[in-house]
């Protein structure tokens, strides 16, 4: 048993940038980087322009639709920071945090538990 963590954004084949750890601790930090960097760019899009959010700081769902997904990402990020994202893993289970960006399919961002070996998995990019 091993872990693959992965996203279904638009463009992208399904399947396609998967990646493959064997430790929940690294599952969550690689998700943790790639959650940041989605919110990152939502936070760019905002439309509002408003003080807060020219300091990237989370204002709410008063700006715009952009801020509001945005938001949405940074609840995922809570659970992260919360271990609850971890206790999830740990006992077993995996864990999904779905998007719905005001422009676009929605976007997925997910981590789950792979069968067999992470040494036999083709997704394992070490060698
Ligand atoms: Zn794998
Ligand atoms: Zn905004």
Known sequence: MHIHVGQNMPGY???SDVFCVDFVSAAIDYLRIELKSLQGD???RCEGHCAQCAEFEACGSECC???DVATDVEAALS???DQDTYSR???GNGVVFTFSPPEGADVAHWI???EGDRNNCELNEDD
Do not use: K, M, N, V
């Open 89 to 91: 893993l740990t006992s």
């Open 65 to 67: 639709d952009w801020c």
């Open 13 to 15: 084949l399904p399947g």
């Open 112 to 114: 789950a538990f792979a």
């Open 42 to 44: 939502y936070y760019e």
């Open 79 to 81: 659970h992260i920071a």
